[in-house]
Nanobody, 123 residues
């Protein structure tokens, strides 16, 4: 089992920034591709960003490109999501997830999930 715990969510005004963290424990973190997903109110969970096990490759949902940055520190067993220029439509519960093969955009590819952290962006 790989345990994932997100932190860093909160309430921020539009245009502001937040940095989410996801701490992993239980298995070899560096063997997993990691992803960030979010679930807006009343909507289904959606892909936000993904990163390969080494950190060499990243992928972003179109609406966050240029504003969000995913990164990881394998020495600290942690993946991050730096979110800048936040918009009200970025509001939702943000989840990190781990995938044994790849770092896909589909939630069904991921094997382990955190409990989520709430991000609320006010206008």
């Amino acid at each position: 089992q790989l345990q994932l715990v997100e932190s860093g969510g909160g309430l921020v005004q539009a245009g502001g920034s937040l940095r989410l963290s996801c701490a992993a424990s239980g298995r070899t973190f560096s063997r997993y591709g990691m992803g960030w997903f979010r679930q807006p109110p009343g909507k289904e969970r959606e892909f936000v960003a993904g990163i390969s096990w080494s950190g060499s490759f990243t992928d972003y949902e179109d609406s966050v490109k240029g504003r969000f940055t995913i990164s990881r520190d394998n020495a600290k067993n942690t993946v991050y999501l730096q979110m800048n220029s936040l918009k009200p439509e970025d509001t939702g519960i943000y989840y990190c997830a781990a995938e044994a093969v790849g770092w896909g955009t589909s939630q069904y590819e991921y094997d382990y999930w955190g409990q989520g952290t709430q991000v609320t962006v006010s206008s």
